[in-house]
């Protein structure tokens, strides 16, 4: 495929000769073009990196310790002419390095997803219009619009610029945001001095613009530097590598052990070493949690694919540990906690004040005043505020079917549509008036204004902003009779808290008449120099869904806390609504700024409301909050929110309204910008959590009783009651099955109605200790009983053994039924129903240990023999009673949990 001319140095031409250069124009490719050209120069994507290969990758599976020990206990028993065992030894690395290979594979099928899931956005002109595209199918002379925040998508020669910065340091090494132009600088110029230039992969700091797109994909800046930004999601975590390590250790002391009791068994015993050896192999394989790493990482991947379902999508993995401890969790408003629908309520005029109705951004209702339609031939304040709130604006209304919706800033959508209200003309009036100038939005000042040109040379400066910001800038107000009269800043505070306390956000908005001339605007232009036309009020209520999902929060011991930057009076008013449960106390911006570390640090935890909040205070909100030794989650959707995610224990980031620095701040992006997302990923993190709990739980009980009846035998220097080859047998068919059948387990029914886990609990707690050796104790009693009883009985040892067998594997199936349920009761029908994945594995299981009980070739390998009914239903029974045992043990536990962290509550 051809690319636009690579040697055209864009930056040394003038911004029209690169649209000429490029073919395309301000307004932008039409959308049959833009498709063509996609055709032809192909996705904007870089190269996907190398990916090892499938054998390799296969093969990697084989590079474990215990891997190594049975390849090593293969040769010696195939040296050794024990071809049964040297062949199951084989099945089993091969099997473990299948199963792995597979889930490896899925995982990272689920990562990939993700990262399809997390594909960034981009605001381009197509046919004329503003339009949101996916950045893959951005093409060269596409026109492009960046703001603070945006990740550039591609690379871009700027047509337009107002105060832009842009961080370059993937680049050119500069750490410092470097001031971005129009003007064109020498051919020659180095890549960091390239002022009219945007780079793919580089960030926007500050201001906005409009570019041209020059080069896509591999073509651009970043794309020849060969996989730079091409790093793949390792599929990994803390848990997993402490666990990886543990599992390690372990395999150490196991072969420690097998060397002494392999030494002991041989010159104190006297037992032939073949058959020593052999006892010695089912050790290592019983005692060591070979498949633990795997399944806890096959764990995390579901987990990842859960909350993608419930669009929070996970960026870097070890959150989902974070998630199951989150105790406080701050919310944002807008769009998070509200619908994000805003609708113009009220306006607010000189001695009239105005209700507006309509719903979502329909440009479709009535303006009234005293249960009366109101009509700007009578109320000429309303085409001012109709023009302001038009022209002061940089969003469009789009219709799809019978439904509005927004292109750019929800509040901008809303205004639109009370001008079309107010006019008759529909998503678009005001079309005849020019912008000429504009000063952005921005934190700092609060306040948006523009300069526009309209009929017959008349030019005006249109401003909106904070109504703080605005009555500071204007010297008088517009009268009922539609001139001019003093500012009466009494009266305007007294409204902006009259709307505020009815939930409506406030902002102002303001004109001045200057000359047809007047071709700049600057921040002079507005100092003292406005007329205050009045206030608009807009309402945005509250999701159905965040109302639940907060008192769910509550049931589980997490705070929810709002940080806005709205005025007090209506974030008092949302958190009534949505029911926080201290939503009387706010603290404001100005409050915080006026506490130092320690006020702060104990005002914190007692208010749930913080109003006119800049994004630097929530970065001194979260450490305020993680002092009192708290889990912190964290929302956030602006470039200035980027530290506060990341000192977050878990920092979120919005996917609709988010920027690209936001989200790759956070851990999770929740691609619908609801509150009740978290909750649910809160939900998903701690079912994950708990499923790792559970195989954890699973895994190490049923190893350590596997190889305590190995080890009891060896000391007691009698026969194994189960052989070498059996134990392999066992931990082949169990591991493969029954561990993996966790990872999959639902969300128990309590899940959201326990505190959070704190955030320095370990996973070997004391109870999970104490578990092991109960269950491992009972193994042990329950295997060797049955051996005594068969050869009490007269049975053949062979036959003997085949009852421990298979009252091994009926001891680990009922302990799976036991640990499905760690947090409440086993004995219900929803637990006994079980999974669909369960019963598979169960059955799965079952019908393997009757091939290998019943089938004559199976016997012959294995060393077993038939059983009968009546033993069959014994060995099942005495499952049944292991099972009521650890049942009333973990009831016993739970009953006396109880009392105790009522009275840790009340202390």
């Known amino acids: 495929m051809t690319h636009p001319d690579m040697a055209a140095r864009y930056h040394a031409q003038h911004a029209g000769d690169a649209l000429d250069t490029l073919d395309t124009t301000h307004a932008g490719l039409s959308t049959e073009e833009a498709a063509r050209r996609l055709s032809e120069y192909g996705a904007n994507r870089l190269p996907e990196p190398p990916k090892p290969s499938p054998v390799l990758r296969f093969l990697a599976h084989f590079h474990n310790v215990l891997i190594y020990v049975l390849l090593g206990a293969a040769v010696v028993t195939a ?17 473990n390095a299948v199963i792995g290979y597979i889930q490896e594979g899925r995982a990272e099928q689920a990562m990939a997803a993700i990262r399809g899931m997390l594909a960034p956005h981009s605001a381009v002109l197509r046919d004329g219009k503003r339009v949101s595209v996916d950045a893959a199918d951005l093409v060269p002379g596409d026109i ?27 680049l050119t090494g500069e750490s410092v945001p470097v001031d971005k132009g129009t003007r064109p600088v020498d051919a020659d110029a180095d890549l960091g001095d ?50 990886d390590r543990f599992a390690r250790w372990l395999t150490v002391f196991i072969l420690m052990l097998a060397a002494v009791l392999l030494a002991y068994g041989y010159f104190v015993g006297h037992m032939a070493f073949s058959e020593l050896f052999m006892a010695v192999v089912g050790l290592s394989v019983a005692a060591i949690p070979e498949g633990l790493p795997a399944v806890l990482t096959i764990t995390l991947a579901v987990g990842v694919q859960a909350m993608a379902r419930r669009n929070a999508i996970v960026r870097r993995l070890p959150a989902i540990e974070t998630l199951g401890s989150v105790s406080v969790i701050c919310s944002d408003k807008t769009g998070t ?25 329909a440009p479709e209702g009535a303006v009234r005043w005293r249960e009366a339609d109101a009509h700007p031939e009578d109320h000429a304040v309303l085409m001012e505020f109709a023009r302001t709130a038009a022209l002061c604006n940089d969003s469009v209304l789009r219709v799809r079917g019978e439904d509005w919706h927004v292109e750019g800033d929800p509040m901008e959508g809303a205004l639109l549509a009370l001008a079309g209200k107010i006019t008759g003309d529909g998503a678009e009036p005001f079309q005849s008036w020019c912008r000429d100038d504009a000063i952005p939005f921005d934190a700092a000042h609060r306040y948006m204004a523009v300069l526009h040109h309209g009929e017959e040379g008349a030019a005006r400066i249109h401003v909106k902003g904070a109504p703080e910001a605005v009555l500071a800038l204007c010297r008088d107000q517009r009268a009922a009779g539609g001139g001019t009269e003093p500012l009466d800043p009494g009266y305007w505070h007294e409204m902006v808290d009259t709307l505020a306390a009815e939930g409506q956000r406030v902002i102002a908005v303001a004109v001045r008449m200057v000359p047809g001339g007047h071709a700049a ?40 806390k709002m940080i806005t930057g709205d005025h007090a009076a209506t974030a008092r008013a949302i958190a009534g609504m949505i029911g926080l449960e201290n939503h009387e106390r706010v603290l404001t911006g100005a409050d915080v700024e006026a506490m130092d570390d320690a006020a702060l640090t104990d005002a914190v935890v007692e208010t749930d409301i913080f109003a006119r909040t800049s994004p630097a205070h929530k970065l001194r909100l979260v450490t305020a909050l993680q002092s009192h030794g708290l889990t912190i989650a964290m929302t956030g959707d602006g470039v200035n929110d980027a530290p506060a995610l990341k000192r977050a224990d878990a920092g979120i980031a919005m996917g609709l309204k988010g920027s690209e620095a936001a989200k790759e701040a956070a851990e999770f992006v929740l691609a619908d910008d609801n509150f009740a997302s978290i909750a649910a990923a809160v939900r998903e993190g701690r079912t994950v959590y708990d499923n790792i709990k559970k195989v954890i739980s699973w895994t190490l009980p049923t190893n350590a009783g596997e190889a305590m ?9 009698m026969a194994l009651p189960i052989t070498a080859v059996q134990i392999l047998w066992v931990n082949l068919i169990t591991a493969v099955t029954l561990g993996i059948a966790l990872a999959f387990e639902p969300s128990e029914s309590g899940t959201m109605r326990r505190p959070p886990r704190p955030r ?46 298979n009252m091994l594997v009926v001891l680990e199936i009922f302990h799976l039924f036991f640990i499905r349920n760690i947090h409440g009761t086993s004995l219900t029908w929803a637990a006994v ?27 012959r390998v294995f060393g077993t023999q038939a059983v009968t009914l009546a033993d069959g239903l014994l060995i099942v029974g005495v499952g049944a009673v292991f099972f009521a045992l650890i049942e009333t043990e973990k009831q016993m536990r739970l009953a006396f949990r109880g009392p105790l962290a009522e009275r840790g509550n009340q202390r």
């Open 709 to 717: 009846t190995i080890i009891v035998a060896l000391f007691a220097g």
């Open 144 to 170: 492009v619009l960046v703001e603070a925040g945006d990740r550039v998508p591609a690379d871009l020669r700027l047509i337009e610029a107002r105060g832009l910065k842009a961080e370059e340091a993937i």
């Open 521 to 560: 605007l600057s921040t002079t232009d507005l100092d003292g120099t406005l007329t205050l036309i009045g206030l608009i009020g807009l309402i945005d209520p509250p999701r159905a869904e965040a109302i639940a999902a907060v008192a769910e929060c509550r049931a589980a011991g997490i705070r929810v």
């Open 194 to 243: 390239r002022t009219p230039m945007l780079f793919s992969g580089t960030l926007v700091a500050a201001g906005t613009g409009r570019g041209v797109v020059t080069a896509t994909g591999g073509h651009t800046q970043i794309g020849r530097i060969s996989g730079m930004l091409a790093e793949v999601e390792t599929l990994t975590t803390p848990l997993v590598a402490q666990m």
């Open 833 to 859: 129903r079980g999974t669909r994945i369960v019963w598979a594995c169960v059955v799965a299981v079952t019908a393997a240990q009757f091939a290998i009980t019943y089938v004559p070739p199976l016997q």
């Open 79 to 95: 040296a050794l002419q024990h071809w049964i065992d040297t062949g199951v030894i084989l099945a089993v690395v091969i099997v």
């Open 337 to 361: 906690l509200t619908r994000n629908e805003m609708t113009v309520a009220s306006l607010a005029a000189a001695e009239h004040i105005y209700s507006v109705s309509g719903n979502g951004y």
């Open 760 to 805: 320095d609990e370990p996973l070997l707690t004391g109870e999970l200790v104490w578990h092991i050796v109960l269950v491992s104790t009972l193994f042990l009693t329950a295997v060797f009983g049955m051996y005594f009883y068969a050869i009490d009985k007269g049975y053949d040892q062979a036959l003997a053994q085949t009852l421990a067998m």
